[in-house]
């Protein structure tokens, strides 16, 4: 990994580097024993345990089924100033192709986007944190469920999260295999786009695929709505405004039967946007463009727009503060402060809604040549190498956001 600079070394980064090889077993442990979304209960127990043992001030449980809230209050708390640092638990319902002896033990689960390296990371924090205690405030630790698709975020936050725990601004990080390990990526504005969920359902008539005049096709439907959908960017959206319509699956028919035209025909994508007006103006076209398609060839066609998590938009002040932590971490050198925004989605998004706050991407990349497997990938494991980064990233921001000094960097 890239060296620190002279400072973080013997501050926040070298106390952390003393328990580098728990946390890596933590990580580990974690990553051989998967758990979907609000499912996460032996995750959460391991977490609490580690809590406990940190000497946190206060460890709040069954938040959102799954969620663990750990609270620390620093050495002086009469800022009456508060953070929240949060990191995300659940895995994925995939099967994972590696062979190191911390695999996934159980068939067709793995932690194949890193959540196992974050919720490592915010422990160490905690750790620290709750052995210095060199802020004037409360920190509160954030561990949530149900990040994939399952909207954990949203539902910590229906639970009451911010009102048992009013933060005033809160932080997430992910990994991210494609930046160098060493490096940290934070913009103000789009970090990760809107993800919506559609569903097209064409109904023609069926019949037998030699006498196409009796029938009905809704694959020839099908195949029209397709052609004219990736229309809606290119020809709808500036040139200025970045968008995605994907129909990544389809389903009709039966490929034993080669001669029948099925009767009904699905097709299930995905629209990512950043803007709301973009978003708006996808589904209006998108579903008056399936009725009219399939008007048009005698079918019947409707769609089910599903808007799943919004655009994870950082606040100027907080992406900035964010970027000055980081370089007083690893040198103005190795963070970008306009780290280009991924069409992929989160749900941290819904805290962003509700408070000020950065979402960063911190570099897992062992170089330039050898990234690794990128996230979702059968082969992908999380870069234990950057551990002690994570950590005193997630740390540093409360020190730093809830400054003992009078002329602390704030929050």
Same mark, same amino acid.
């Given at each position: 990994?890239?060296?620190?600079?002279?400072?973080?070394?013997?501050?926040?980064?070298?106390?952390?580097?003393?328990?580098?090889?728990?946390?890596?077993?933590?990580?580990?442990?974690?990553?051989?024993?998967?758990? !979907?979304?609000?499912?996460? %209960?032996?995750?959460?127990?391991? %977490?609490?345990?580690?809590?406990?043992?940190?000497?946190?001030?206060?460890?709040?449980?069954?938040?959102?089924?799954?969620?663990?809230?750990?609270?620390? $209050?620093?050495?002086? $708390?009469?800022?009456?100033?508060?953070?929240?640092?949060?990191?995300?638990?659940?895995?994925?319902?995939?099967?994972?192709?590696?062979?190191?002896?911390?695999?996934?033990?159980?068939?067709? !689960?793995?932690? /194949?986007?890193?959540?196992?390296?974050?919720?490592?990371?915010?422990?160490?924090?905690? #750790?620290?944190?709750?052995?210095?205690?060199?802020?004037?405030?409360?920190?509160?630790?954030?561990?949530?469920?149900?990040?994939?698709?399952?909207?954990?975020?949203?539902?910590?936050?229906?639970?009451?999260?911010?009102?048992?725990?009013?933060?005033?601004?809160?932080?997430?990080?992910?990994?991210?295999?494609?930046?160098?390990?060493?490096?940290? /990526?934070?913009?103000?504005?789009?970090?990760?786009?809107?993800?919506? #969920?559609?569903?097209?359902?064409?109904?023609?008539?069926?019949?037998?695929?030699?006498?196409?005049?009796?029938?009905?096709?809704?694959?020839?439907?099908?195949?029209?709505?397709?052609?004219?959908?990736?229309?809606?960017?290119?020809?709808?959206?500036? +040139?200025?405004?970045?968008? %995605? %319509?994907?129909?990544?699956?389809?389903?009709?028919?039966?490929?034993?039967?080669?001669?029948?035209?099925?009767?009904?025909?699905?097709?299930?994508?995905?629209? #990512?946007?950043?803007? +709301? @007006?973009? @978003?708006?103006?996808?589904?209006?076209?998108? /579903?008056?463009?399936?009725?009219?398609? *399939?008007?048009?060839?005698?079918? &019947?066609? &409707?769609?089910?727009? @599903?808007?799943?998590?919004?655009?994870?938009?950082?606040?100027?002040?907080?992406?900035?503060?964010?970027?000055?932590?980081?370089? &007083?971490?690893?040198?103005?050198?190795?963070?970008? #402060?306009?780290? *280009?925004?991924?069409?992929?989605?989160?749900?941290?998004?819904?805290?962003?809604?509700?408070?000020?706050?950065?979402?960063?991407?911190?570099?897992?990349?062992?170089?330039?040549?050898? +990234?690794?497997?990128?996230?979702?990938? /059968?082969?992908?494991?999380?870069?234990?190498?950057?551990?002690?980064?994570?950590?005193?990233?997630?740390?540093?921001?409360?020190?730093?956001?809830?400054?003992?000094?009078?002329?602390?960097?704030?929050?």
């Amino acid at each position: 990994m890239r060296a620190l600079s002279h400072g973080a070394v013997n501050g926040v980064f070298g106390h952390i580097a003393r328990f580098h090889p728990e946390l890596t077993a933590f990580r580990r442990d974690l990553h051989a024993h998967p758990e !979907l979304g609000f499912e996460e %209960v032996r995750t959460a127990a391991r %977490v609490v345990e580690a809590l406990k043992l940190t000497r946190v001030d206060e460890v709040h449980t069954g938040i959102a089924k799954t969620g663990v809230v750990g609270v620390i $209050h620093g050495r002086e $708390h009469d800022s009456g100033r508060s953070i929240a640092l949060r990191a995300d638990m659940d895995a994925l319902p995939m099967r994972e192709e590696n062979d190191f002896a911390w695999r996934s033990g159980k068939s067709g !689960l793995m932690h /194949g986007c890193g959540h196992d390296g974050h919720t490592a990371m915010l422990v160490g924090a905690a #750790r620290y944190l709750a052995e210095t205690r060199r802020f004037n405030g409360t920190v509160y630790l954030i561990f949530q469920p149900g990040e994939e698709g399952y909207a954990g975020a949203k539902a910590m936050i229906a639970d009451g999260l911010f009102e048992r725990f009013p933060a005033q601004s809160v932080y997430a990080m992910h990994n991210w295999p494609h930046l160098p390990a060493g490096q940290v /990526g934070v913009s103000p504005g789009p970090m990760m786009a809107a993800a919506d #969920r559609i569903e097209i359902t064409i109904s023609g008539k069926g019949g037998h695929g030699a006498h196409p005049h009796l029938a009905i096709d809704p694959v020839l439907v099908a195949a029209h709505i397709i052609t004219a959908a990736q229309s809606l960017v290119s020809r709808n959206a500036s +040139p200025f405004d970045n968008a %995605v %319509v994907s129909i990544c699956a389809m389903q009709g028919g039966d490929v034993g039967a080669m001669s029948v035209i099925p009767r009904q025909v699905k097709l299930v994508g995905t629209v #990512r946007t950043f803007r +709301p @007006q973009v @978003q708006d103006m996808i589904e209006e076209r998108l /579903g008056r463009m399936v009725e009219s398609i *399939a008007m048009g060839l005698g079918a &019947s066609a &409707s769609l089910d727009y @599903q808007r799943v998590y919004p655009a994870t938009v950082n606040s100027a002040a907080e992406a900035a503060f964010a970027a000055q932590v980081a370089e &007083s971490l690893l040198g103005p050198e190795h963070v970008l #402060r306009d780290m *280009a925004p991924s069409m992929g989605a989160e749900d941290f998004s819904f805290m962003l809604q509700v408070k000020p706050g950065a979402y960063l991407r911190v570099g897992q990349g062992r170089d330039a040549n050898d +990234p690794g497997c990128f996230l979702h990938s /059968g082969r992908y494991d999380f870069n234990d190498d950057i551990l002690p980064l994570g950590s005193a990233l997630f740390a540093s921001l409360a020190e730093q956001g809830l400054p003992l000094n009078p002329g602390g960097i704030p929050a």
